[in-house]
């Protein structure tokens, strides 16, 4: 447990302050080159963690005090060695080209993989920053949902990872289809598979293109990702892509769609545009309790057919938040310092910018957007509960969610819809793994996987709160607020990476763009002692 120190706690009260008052204008970034991997230590002949509780992310009650043997990168042993509540042995002393490390009472538990990610590099989000927050976060493998339509540098970034020639998550790239006709977007897929992406990501597609993509997808042994536009729901919903061969959608956009009863599309206002973002984001506030209620013979029929054919959700509950509490969003503790200015620039208020869609944002709308996420929480844990799978994404550095931070929030939001901490677990480690098709190789702790692990000192369990790197606010007995938790080591690949470090580059990259962009938070669209921007 660190003591918060009593100089952080009105420093970080008048940043958020500032912070929530703050709205200034998106910029545009440009393509930024990621730095040679700098940090971690290994792998080595031989890694012990010795002392650990294990939570293996199969969904079994933890156990320990355990030993985890790791060789080069891969885990070769997972053992008990003592009996709870008492001391465990003391750990082997480490021979030359070995490491030992004592993680007595702390808690172990598969690298998380987070199933919707946009990988790039601009001003707005450098690669080294939030790769940084997402290793820091315990994120060891993240899935590229389209970076920006540009193949060549995320299989570039792939590539690099894989080597651990960068300070990076594993990287599965489901590339980005935009071609004119079915034949061009078959090609299009075969193109994916010769250059080694991992699959293919859909949005706003025609029938016939969703159907070339899904079938050739299929010939060429790829999965499917599909976030089912508003635009293009009218023709297709979730299921019929599903039974093309659909292997996960995002979000929910498509799901309550094809629950509809007394309607064939939603009930738009008749004067809504969808390039109006507020009407876009507004109106799905409102979608899902005009679809068949819960446990209908409609919303029955409709989930157990998606299980039947063994479908995935990623619902990021995380990336709209802000839509039904938008003040508690804007002043997370975490902004001040861990947002860049760039990316707390983008997340105003804007016409031109995605996701930016505060216009007027109601007290009406935040509440339909209360009782929207109470369906669609009620959808998602019951498609659990009758054996379908959910995999945890986050799709950051949109809308005030930013990386690592946001991936932990989605832990919450799946605890509030239902799930036990057991199964949130299991749904960020195997059953992102499974959705990826790598669970031969990671999303549980046992002999065989490669070393893809996390290491936190307090129980997550207990209060999810305790993964976010700021950590989760505790009374001692002592009546002193101290602060417990925060991630202590990510080990990826067998390379132990220090979390801890990793937040403190991400504190002094913020610290320095603020310095050179003269940034000052409270100060709405304008640079010290500068004109409005």
């Known amino acids: 447990m660190r003591p918060l120190h009593r100089s952080f706690v009105p420093a970080l009260m008048t940043a958020l302050a500032a912070l929530c008052l703050s709205a200034p204008v998106r910029p545009q970034g440009r393509l930024l080159p990621i730095p040679p991997r700098a940090e971690g230590d290994g792998p080595f002949a031989r890694l012990v963690l010795h002392g650990a509780v294990v939570i293996d992310g199969t969904g079994a009650i933890p156990f320990g005090p355990a030993q985890i043997v790791i060789e080069k990168n891969r885990i070769t042993q997972v053992r008990a060695i003592g009996t709870p509540g008492l001391p465990p042995p003391p750990p082997p002393v480490a021979r030359p080209s070995e490491k030992v490390i004592d993680v007595t009472g702390m808690y172990v538990m598969p690298g998380f993989v987070d199933a919707h990610e ?47 020639a960068i300070t990076a998550p594993r990287i599965f790239e489901y590339a980005t289809v935009n071609a004119p006709t079915p034949d061009a977007a078959r090609e299009f897929v075969r193109t994916v598979k010769e250059r080694g992406g991992d699959g293919i990501k859909m949005f706003g597609l025609a029938p016939s293109i969703y159907a070339a993509v899904l079938d050739e997808a299929k010939k060429q042994g790829l999965r499917t990702a599909c976030h089912l536009a508003q635009n293009a729901v009218a023709r297709n919903t979730i299921l019929d892509l599903a039974r093309m061969g659909l292997t996960t959608m995002e979000h929910w956009y498509g799901l309550p769609e094809a629950l509809l009863e007394r309607s064939t599309i939603q009930d738009w206002p008749v004067d809504a545009l969808y390039g109006n973002e507020q009407d876009r984001f507004g109106q799905a506030g409102r979608l899902w309790k005009q679809a068949a209620p819960p446990y209908s013979e409609k919303w029955n029929q409709v989930m157990n057919e998606l299980i039947r054919l063994d479908f995935t959700l990623v619902p990021t509950l995380t990336i709209y938040e802000a839509s039904r509490d938008l003040m508690a969003a804007r002043c997370a503790e975490w902004h001040a310092l861990y947002t860049l200015p760039k990316l707390w620039e983008s997340f105003a208020p804007n016409r031109r910018a995605h996701g930016s869609y505060w216009y007027y944002w109601t007290t009406r709308d935040e509440i339909e957007w209360k009782r929207n996420y109470q369906l669609w929480m009620t959808f998602v844990n019951e498609y659990k509960n009758r054996g379908g799978r959910v995999a945890v994404g986050a799709d950051s550095g949109f809308i005030y969610s930013i990386f690592g931070f946001g ?9 509030e819809a239902g799930f036990h901490p057991l199964e949130v677990v299991r749904a960020a480690t195997l059953k992102g793994a499974e959705a990826l098709g ?56 067998g390379i132990v990476y220090d979390a801890r470090k990793l937040l403190a580059d991400v504190r002094r990259m913020v610290v320095d763009a603020a310095a050179e962009e003269k940034f000052e938070w409270g100060q709405p669209g304008t640079k010290k002692g500068g004109s409005g921007k």
């Open 118 to 164: 946009h990988v790039g590099s601009s001003e707005t989000k450098p690669g080294d920053y939030f790769y940084r927050l997402l290793m820091a976060h315990g994120v060891t493998s993240v899935r590229d949902v389209g970076s920006g339509g540009d193949l060549s540098w995320a299989l570039d970034q792939k590539q690099k990872s894989a080597q651990n």
């Open 407 to 415: 991936f932990i929030r989605e832990f919450e939001m799946l605890q």
């Open 438 to 493: 790598i669970e031969r190789d990671l999303g549980t702790v046992e002999a065989g996987k490669l070393a893809d692990l996390v290491v936190v000192p307090a129980n997550p369990l207990e209060n999810f709160k305790v993964l976010y790197g700021t950590g989760a606010i505790r009374l001692s007995d002592a009546n002193e607020v101290i602060r417990v938790g925060g991630i202590s080591y990510t080990i990826k690949d």
